[in-house]
């Protein structure tokens, strides 16, 4: 199991960017594809993006296509989600995900991740 803890949410006008880190922890970071999803008020959670072992490959929805960028660093055990030309709509809480050690494509799936971090929040107002 990996313990992944998220940071970097916040409040921010439309139009700001914030970057959001997650933190892994409790075993070798590099062997896992990790994701980003959010959840609005109301709204079921959601895939957002995700990123390769290698960091070499990666996939976004379409809503966040052209202003959001995942990122890794596997020497600090650290995963990125950096989000430009934010809108409201972008406001939910944010979880960072990472798949189980044997799998090694990338997946868009809630039930494609095994370990889950906590969230932070990110707001947009307008």
């Known amino acids: 199991q990996v313990q992944l803890v998220e940071s970097g949410g916040g409040l921010v006008q439309v139009g700001g960017s914030l970057r959001l880190s997650c933190a892994a922890s409790g075993r070798t970071f590099n062997p896992y594809v990790m994701g980003w999803f959010r959840q609005a008020p109301g709204k079921e959670r959601e895939f957002v993006s995700t990123i390769s072992k290698s960091g070499g490959m990666t996939s976004y929805a379409d809503s966040v296509k052209g202003r959001f960028t995942i990122s890794r660093d596997n020497a600090k055990n650290m995963v990125f989600l950096q989000m430009n030309s934010l809108k409201p709509e972008d406001t939910a809480v944010y979880f960072c995900?990472?798949?189980?050690?044997?799998?090694?494509?990338?997946?868009?799936?809630?039930?494609?991740?095994?370990?889950w971090g906590q969230g932070t929040q990110v707001t947009v107002s307008s």
């Open positions: 995900a990472a798949r189980s050690m044997t799998s090694v494509a990338l997946s868009t799936a809630l039930s494609g991740y095994a370990n």
